[in-house]
């Protein structure tokens, strides 16, 4: 995640082994400043999980110098059993000078169900995101709105989950849209197995509630993945790649995506 100050967040996850298991496990975010001629400086790595397997990591930059980390947390079998899923973690992070601050609180939603697989989070406005992601226990695609407190950096669900769709997907992105003045909007493309790429737009109100949500067939094939991303001017840049292999790219106004009617 590019954040100011030319720095950029790295995150992975860590793992030491023993007889072929797993022993212990955690979460990294690297702090990297990438200097003229392209020098980069490593200024620090940052533990933001342990204890647990973490996998599909996605993340977003709330201002230029705070960003959300979102991220599957599988639990080592040392782990006493009954816990709260983590299956759907999101974390705060911060740039404090060359230091990069972990909040130590993360928000787990839906901490009774397992199963979920595929996720991405998107900017609504100033610390309020939207994390989506699929639920293989309910074969639906959900969306969660949250937004972060800018002086606790603690989260709180301002609406959903919201069911976009149902049945598998084999990826999930989304992106925010500019808006007419009014609400912002969220764009959530999926992949369902032998159909078109389809996307839902909704509008999220200023209180932070999912709304006014439609279907949008945005792509005539079949897609393997896709990446998405806003540009200054309001169109959206898609590079995407098809099932037979094709590299393909696409941009829309915001008419084109449901932004503007």
Known sequence: ????????????????????????????????????????????????????????????????????????????PTRPSGEPSRELCAVWMGLDGDELLVDPHPIGLEPQRRGMLARDVALVSENTFSYSYESGTDRATKMVVLQVDPATHRMTILSGPKVLAKGPVRFLASLSLPSDGESPMTFTMFQRPHESCMAEACRISPMGRIADCKDIAWADNELVDVSAGRLSDGRAAFAFATISGTLLYQLLTPKETGALP
């Open 1 to 76: 995640v590019a954040l100011s100050a030319s720095r950029v967040v790295c995150l992975f996850s860590e793992h030491t082994m023993k007889d072929g298991v797993v022993t212990r496990a955690w979460g990294t975010a690297a702090l990297v400043e990438v200097k003229p001629a392209g020098v980069v400086q490593v200024h620090g790595k940052y533990h933001f999980s342990q204890g647990f397997e973490l996998t599909r990591f996605s993340a977003v930059a709330l201002t230029p110098t705070s960003m959300i980390a979102s991220f599957r947390a599988l639990p080592l």
